[in-house]
């Protein structure tokens, strides 16, 4: 006869798995929030979609021409490229232009942002043909700045393929057209056969802009993902490869630093840039998988610290030691704590970065980030990170990065988000002027029909040692799908600290791939728009139009003219890296910076944007301080009113 025991004993095991089963299911499925707190949430936010005029394109495609090697995961490689940058580009004071990469034309696009004024003059696509160009390169990114510093705002362009190109503003031209900028090669050399580029194939799919060295001269980041190789040449058959492992790949693309050394203004503008020895760069953080970077000032030296998002392994924080004329980064980590799995902890992830921003997420005055890798439910779920800083002040933090320590915590899971699909860029942006700042993340990958969600989860549990030939690789062909149905994520935050994504209730959750995010006020009316960027579809811009009841500060801080010309207007050159705090009257700290280019192919614009609440029209203090175009520091304290406010920064701020 059977007893009761051994008859629970026989079915242990299916208890355990049904168990474990349910488990599973409370893990990987997504934090839920009450409809009505999501309706309130969403009250304060508002935005009516515009299209974007683009130029004629002199062709059209859905998938890129790739490697002989890669032909079978033809639609992996074809996956980046979509990039989005918001800015004045014509000098008329507001954030209303959009320098565009769209990969459907392969063109870097600048065209007006659409609304009032969307007629100032014709969308175009810049020119590079006084260079020598090819068929099997690919723009990736455009990131603006003054980089010949006459106050005009210039471009770059970086590619796979080839090395970037500086598109700088000429003196002579009033309006800006295609005729506005001059193409200059960011590195110059013997990079052509019979006018075709036979330069260095650079696969670049990051880059940022700062003044690393504290000379005052804004500098240039540049991550690669893949090595130099012939990603784009159909005619090639191999010569390439993918990374050697799922978690801890160090054979992709090299970081390079470049100085800058001068320039010339006028008719024929010039900027030289000198490239940094490979050793500025700790030797672990020099041939990650890269796709998102950010340079931002962290513990208050007005040095900025470099965060470089890498595919297929650690992150990487590089803490700046750096003096002029001389650049020198040390890695950080975060501390090992008991408990938290070495794959959450800042510089030992083992995730896949994708876009990285900084920003104040609790109000301490200290900048925290949000960084986007793989987070499918029953796909791939890693985590998103949302890394909050646990140093007590600035004074800790620099310590605490000078030892070696990065003083963060992952608390994406408690604060709701850890999990949104496969992640790209992300803006952490104030868009109600409430004084807390939303987080805006573009996901989606490769749209089609036929499911490849069973052969990845294959592929992530391979031998390391198979991953590099592409030849193991699983199909990733025109109509084939791997998280196309994601859309814009929206997270706002509540009153018990929770995040919440609103972007269904507000008409951005759109089931198709995005990119690149960029930020901006176009209009002029205190409010933050969004541009956004789409992989393989047209971009799209997002006017907003919410509850326009709370204060806003404004800040155009720029360096004083080194150049006087009247033609075309100038924008300034923005003081990049500039930070701004401000105190309200009942004690809260808000602060910003002068952003040289965070994020995956996103760019906010160089306003500094800082909501101030429900202030009304009373002044409040404002600390700024900056490094002036000999490198020295400077600092000082103002009392300004709700609204926008333009400075020139030298030795003193002069409000214009």
């Known amino acids: 006869m059977t007893t009761e025991p051994s008859r629970v004993r026989r079915q242990l095991p299916g208890i355990i798995a049904v168990v474990l089963m349910v488990l599973g299911y409370l893990v990987v499925r997504l934090p839920s929030t009450d409809a009505a707190e999501g309706d ?65 034309s392969d063109q870097v696009i600048v065209t007006p942002t659409p609304g009032a004024g969307g007629d100032r003059y014709a969308p175009f696509a810049l020119n590079p043909s006084a260079l020598p160009m090819n068929d099997v390169m690919a723009p990736m990114g455009c990131v603006p700045a003054d980089f010949n510093e006459d106050g005009r705002m210039d471009l770059l362009a970086y590619y796979w393929g080839r090395t970037a190109i500086l598109y700088l503003a000429a003196s002579e031209t009033p309006a800006l057209s295609a005729n506005t900028y001059r193409a200059t090669e960011l590195v110059p050399g013997p990079n052509s056969t019979s006018g075709r580029y036979t330069g260095p194939q650079w696969n670049t799919n990051s880059a940022t802009v700062g003044d690393f060295d504290g000379d005052g001269h804004d500098d240039l980041f540049i991550g690669n993902y893949f090595p130099d190789s012939p990603i784009l040449d159909g005619s090639a058959d191999g010569g390439v490869e993918m990374n050697r492992s799922m978690s801890h790949a160090d054979n992709g693309g090299d970081k390079l630093l470049f100085r800058w050394t001068g320039a010339t203004s006028g ?76 794959s959450k902890r800042l510089g030992d992830d083992s995730f896949k970065g994708m876009g990285v921003d900084f920003g ?20 791939i779920q890693e985590s998103n990170f949302q890394f909050m800083a646990t140093a007590q002040d600035k004074e800790d933090l620099r310590a605490r990065l000078s030892a070696g320590e990065a003083p963060y915590d992952d608390r994406s899971a408690q604060a709701g988000t850890a999990w949104t699909g496969w992640g790209w860029d992300t803006k952490i942006d104030d868009f109600d002027n409430s004084g807390v700042p939303a987080i805006a993340q573009a996901t989606g990958f490769v749209k089609g029909g036929m499911n490849r969600w069973p052969q990845l989860q294959e592929l992530a549990t391979a031998n390391d040692a198979l991953l590099d030939n592409p030849y193991w690789w699983p199909n990733v062909r025109s109509g084939d799908d791997l998280a196309g149905d994601q859309a814009l994520r929206f997270f706002a935050k509540g009153a018990d600290g929770r995040y919440t994504d609103i972007a269904d209730r507000l008409g951005l959750a759109v089931p198709v791939p995005t990119r690149g995010i960029a930020t901006g006020d176009a209009d002029g009316d205190g409010r933050l728009d969004l541009a956004i960027a789409r992989q393989w579809d047209a971009p799209v811009f997002y006017r907003n139009t919410g509850p326009a009841t709370n204060a806003f500060l404004r800040l155009r801080l720029h360096h004083e003219p080194s150049v006087t010309s009247a033609a075309p207007p100038s924008a300034g050159s923005p003081v990049i890296g500039a930070q701004v705090t401000v105190t309200t009257a009942d004690g809260r700290r808000l602060i910003g910076r002068v952003d040289g280019g965070s994020g995956h192919s996103g760019k906010r614009s160089h306003d500094v944007h800082i909501g101030l609440g429900e202030t009304g029209a009373e002044p409040v203090a404002v600390t700024l301080q900056w490094r002036d175009r000999s490198g020295q520091v400077r600092k000082t304290d103002l009392r300004l009113g709700p609204g926008t406010h333009t400075f020139e920064l030298g030795s003193q701020a002069k409000e214009k």
Request: hydrophobic fraction near 35%; glycine fraction near 8%; proline fraction near 8%.
């Open 360 to 379: 104040d997420l609790d109000g301490n005055g200290l900048n925290d980030a949000f960084v986007s890798n793989i987070t499918t439910s029953f796909g």
């Open 40 to 104: 309130r949430l969403a009250a304060r936010y508002a935005f009516t979609p515009m299209s974007i005029a683009l130029p004629a394109a002199p062709r059209q495609q859905n998938i890129r021409t790739v490697n002989k090697d890669y032909e079978h995961i033809r639609a992996w490689i074809s996956s980046v490229g979509a990039a989005v940058a918001m800015n004045d580009l014509d000098g008329d004071g507001l954030a209303n232009d959009l320098c565009l990469v769209d990969p459907r």
């Open 267 to 342: 008719a024929s503008p010039s900027a030289r840039y000198e490239k940094a020895p490979r050793d500025v760069f700790p030797e672990e953080a020099r041939n990650g998988w890269t796709l998102a970077s950010s340079a931002t000032d962290l513990d208050g030296d007005l040095l900025p610290e470099l965060y470089v998002a890498n595919d297929f392994g650690p992150d990487r924080l590089l803490y700046n030691r750096s003096t002029p004329g001389h650049f020198v980064f040390s890695s950080v980590s975060g501390p090992r704590t008991p408990g938290v799995p070495k």
